[in-house]
């Protein structure tokens, strides 16, 4: 069994979001996304593998496919395979979001 700690992967770029690999295996993919000010990643899509993403802290706004919303920490959604996703920080404090994929992307 392989653990890591989250809070390990939790850092901030002033130039840009920050992404690091939680896990990754061949049915699964997981990431630590970092955003602070207004950062923001995406669009990014992938044909084959569904999404869960996971606040853990801020507030994010998040676009899945034509659906948008602002997600508070602890709020998931839902990520159907071949729509967009794109998230950018919503407050005036730093969020962080877990990504997790499955299948891993292509």
């Given at each position: 069994?392989?653990?890591?700690?989250?809070t390990?992967?939790?850092?901030?770029?002033e130039e840009?979001?920050?992404?690091?690999v939680l896990?990754?295996?061949?049915?699964?993919?997981?990431?630590v996304?970092?955003?602070?000010?207004?950062?923001?990643?995406g669009p990014?899509?992938?044909?084959?593998?569904?999404?869960?993403?996971?606040?853990?802290?801020?507030?994010?706004a998040?676009?899945?496919?034509?659906?948008?919303?602002?997600?508070?920490?602890?709020?998931?959604?839902?990520?159907?395979?071949?729509?967009?996703?794109?998230?950018?920080?919503?407050?005036?404090?730093?969020?962080?979001?877990?990504?997790?994929?499955?299948?891993?992307?292509?």
């Amino acid at each position: 069994m392989k653990t890591r700690n989250v809070t390990d992967l939790i850092y901030f770029d002033e130039e840009a979001a920050r992404t690091e690999v939680l896990h990754e295996t061949e049915q699964l993919f997981s990431q630590v996304i970092c955003l602070q000010e207004s950062q923001g990643i995406g669009p990014m899509q992938d044909a084959t593998s569904e999404g869960l993403v996971v606040v853990l802290s801020g507030e994010v706004a998040a676009q899945i496919g034509r659906n948008r919303a602002r997600m508070k920490q602890w709020a998931s959604a839902t990520v159907p395979a071949g729509d967009e996703l794109t998230l950018r920080n919503a407050s005036a404090e730093p969020s962080v979001v877990l990504l997790v994929l499955a299948p891993p992307p292509g």
